[in-house]
């Protein structure tokens, strides 16, 4: 038997197990609760955008990207910032930094999702601007499935 395959096998389906119950569970319910949260009117105030890493080979696109989108809102004639666009991960991926430029130019008016309890936490879109919102979810299933391939592969079970 093979111990370290073996090892990193189930550390994969135990990282891949709890990435699944953040993607299908935690981060659905997060989102769920933001949906009941009062909403105010905002504007935007500036976006930052910046390649990050090495480019693509033959573009000039960068494998990643720095998004930074600053928002202000007033609640109870209180005037608070926030940065925060999306529930879970940064936004990376160019066509999801490209749809949340279009969607929200420097200068616009926002509708901002803000916690009643704690105002200075607000959100602009809970479900994300990715199209594949229950992305951590399934890459947990698919580390789930190679980590119990690599597992049982060298558990000294298959001769």
Known sequence: MEILPFIIGVMMVLGGGWLMHYGF??????IEDVYRWPKAKGK???IKV????PKVVGSNDYRSYY???KYQYQVDGQVYTSDKVQIGSDIIVKSDVDKATSMFPEGSGVEVFYNAQNPQQAVLLPEGVSDKPNSEGVMGCLIVAVGTMLAYMNSGLVT
């Open 25 to 30: 569970f935690i981060k659905k319910r997060r």
């Open 44 to 46: 935007v105030l500036n």
């Open 50 to 53: 910046q390649g990050k890493g």
């Open 67 to 69: 998004f930074n989108l």
